[in-house]
């Protein structure tokens, strides 16, 4: 589809369409980010084939709901050691402008991706070079929940015209001569999820966010997004954002409280269809889809500050926004809350072959692989604390193949047999300093399956956060049944309970001699 040009000067409202920006806002925006360009640009460090880098894609500002400029919320990510970072203000209508200047009304959000996020985002390209910002925004997704979308472009139409189509927030026709409305039901937001895949399906990416909170999102949901654009729909919010919220991730707003594994509250900070072995994700995996994790601030104005607390790492070869989405769909990236960690290595081997996150491993059936891990912790982290890792669990899962639209077996998680098959604590560590290193036997491999990390502060057992197989409890939990839910979670009680999750990597096995493999 091509997109048609368009020209305007007015909205239906009467309000201008390109509000200039005030001499004093423009010098204090500028001086704000010219401060940060000096202060503090730490560059990670390279390796033969790319680097690691540290970012962020779900944030806000004043031009949406956020309480700061897109300045301000780089420059502070940028402080707390991101690398990359993603403007992603909500989609529908505004009234007032990216520095809380009221319009005289609602502004489609449409228009104010072109003439105020844009230009905050190229005029922070010019003055971070040698960082990656990236343009999307937060999309309500018709018929579902949110949904964050990037779309890796040197002009802004290809996602304002996104917005316009499917926002289900976004009432403005302005536009119905040149572009559709697919802005009502789950039937649209697949047609969006396969437009986004056609015209930009290597320089675009669309994961849900938070994606239990309002109970939303069900399995069926993700696999036929996932099913509709592949190479888009790549992943999710697994460890959501907005951390430090009174009742962690935001989770506050379904079911009636009750001291159980509630599903529509974070575990560890964790999402439970990441965070419940043999949940959600699992059975994704299970079905041999390239389906990852992320992590994100959800920065709004009061909570962590993107960077500070939550940070996906991902191995990016080359540099601009399609080198950081290539990047994130490759799946080899791992996400940390706290900075328990803030270098790893996970790889899986047989002989001379090796995979890494994201990776597929081809070996002959009854092989018997070797799995090493390295990590590091930080010296202190932002909450000025000595994060060390507790232990590390390796979880399998075998691979069945897709289940098929329209089945039973579509609409259900059912039982992936994904299972804790070790776990490594410190007396299987070789440490020096600040990194250790271990390896694990996990026996022949007699079929297709997939191997994913998880690690933690707490041991087994701790009151309140770990059940006896040391996984997380329902955050509410660690409340105690003498406060009122939900309302209970604080930043010291988010730096207490830290975790870390990879992405997985894949096993192809195959018979003795043959060169046929399974799926």
């Known amino acids: 589809m091509v997109l048609p040009c368009h020209k305007r000067t007015m909205t239906q409202s009467g309000v201008p369409t390109r509000v200039r920006m005030g001499t004093a806002a423009a010098i204090l925006a500028l001086a704000l980010i010219s401060w940060a360009a000096g202060a503090a640009d730490p560059v990670s460090a390279e390796e033969p084939e790319g680097r690691w880098l540290a970012g962020d894609y779900h944030t806000h500002s004043l031009l949406s709901d956020g309480g700061w400029t897109t300045e301000e919320v780089a420059l502070r990510a940028f402080v707390y050691g991101l690398d990359w970072f993603a403007a992603t203000d909500h989609g529908g209508a505004f009234a007032h402008d990216r520095f809380g200047k009221p319009y005289p009304g609602p502004v489609p959000r449409w228009i104010t991706l072109e003439d105020e996020s844009f230009p905050s985002v190229r005029r922070l390209r010019e003055v971070y070079p040698r960082k990656e910002i990236l343009l999307g925004f937060e999309w309500n997704v018709p018929g579902l929940e949110h949904a964050n979308v990037v779309i890796a472009a040197e002009e802004p139409a290809s996602l304002s015209a996104f917005e316009y189509m499917?926002?289900?927030?976004?009432?403005?026709?302005?536009?119905?001569?040149?572009?559709?409305?697919?802005?009502?039901?789950?039937?649209?937001?697949?047609?969006?999820?396969?437009?986004?895949?056609?015209?930009y399906g290597g320089a675009a990416f669309l994961l849900p966010a938070h994606p239990s909170r309002l109970n939303r999102y069900g399995i069926a949901d993700l696999r036929a997004l996932n099913d509709a654009a592949p190479n888009v729909m790549f992943g999710f919010e697994g460890i959501p954002g907005a951390q430090k919220s009174s009742a962690r991730g935001g989770y506050r707003y379904v079911s009636p409280y009750r001291f159980d594994n509630d599903p529509y509250r974070t575990h560890g900070g964790v999402d439970l269809m990441a965070a419940k072995v043999g949940g959600v994700w699992d059975a994704l995996l299970g079905e041999g889809r390239r389906f990852f994790l992320f992590a994100n601030s959800d920065?709004?104005?009061?909570?962590?500050?993107?960077?500070?607390?939550?940070?996906?790492?991902?191995?990016?070869?080359?540099?601009?926004?399609?080198?950081?989405?290539?990047?994130?769909?490759?799946?080899?990236?791992?996400?940390?809350?706290?900075?328990?960690?803030?270098?790893?290595?996970?790889?899986?081997?047989?002989?001379?072959?090796?995979?890494?996150?994201?990776?597929?491993?081809?070996?002959?059936?009854?092989?018997?692989?070797?799995?090493?891990?390295?990590?590091?912790?930080?010296?202190?982290?932002?909450?000025?604390?000595?994060?060390?890792?507790?232990?590390?669990d390796l979880i399998a899962g075998r691979i069945s193949g897709k289940a098929k639209p329209g089945t039973r077996a579509y609409e259900r998680v059912g039982k992936p047999g994904a299972r804790v098959v070790a776990r490594i604590a410190a007396a299987d560590w070789q440490c020096e300093g600040r990194s250790c290193r271990a390896r694990v036997d996990p026996g022949p491999v007699d079929?297709?399956?997939?191997?994913?990390?998880?690690?933690?502060?707490?041991?087994?057992?701790?009151?309140?956060?770990?059940?006896?197989?040391?996984?997380?409890?329902?955050?509410?939990?660690?409340?105690?049944?003498?406060?009122?839910?939900?309302?209970?979670?604080?930043?010291?009680?988010?730096?207490?309970?830290?975790?870390?999750?990879?992405?997985?990597?894949?096993?192809?096995?195959?018979?003795?001699?043959?060169?046929?493999?399974?799926?």
């Open 166 to 199: 499917c926002d289900a927030r976004d009432a403005d026709t302005s536009r119905e001569r040149d572009l559709p409305k697919w802005n009502r039901t789950r039937e649209d937001a697949l047609s969006c999820a396969a437009f986004l895949e056609g015209s």
């Open 299 to 392: 920065f709004h104005g009061k909570g962590f500050w993107p960077g500070e607390y939550a940070k996906s790492h991902t191995f990016v070869r080359g540099s601009g926004s399609r080198a950081v989405i290539a990047g994130m769909r490759s799946g080899n990236s791992f996400s940390v809350t706290g900075d328990l960690i803030d270098a790893l290595s996970f790889t899986a081997s047989a002989g001379d072959n090796v995979a890494t996150m994201g990776e597929t491993l081809r070996v002959e059936r009854g092989a018997r692989l070797e799995i090493s891990v390295a990590f590091r912790s930080p010296e202190f982290n932002n909450n000025g604390d000595a994060p060390r890792v507790d232990h590390v």
């Open 447 to 519: 079929g297709p399956m997939y191997f994913r990390l998880r690690g933690t502060n707490l041991p087994p057992s701790t009151p309140g956060e770990t059940d006896g197989e040391g996984n997380p409890l329902s955050d509410d939990e660690a409340c105690g049944k003498g406060q009122t839910p939900p309302e209970c979670n604080t930043k010291e009680k988010a730096y207490a309970d830290l975790w870390f999750y990879t992405n997985p990597i894949f096993v192809e096995t195959r018979d003795l001699h043959s060169t046929a493999t399974r799926p």
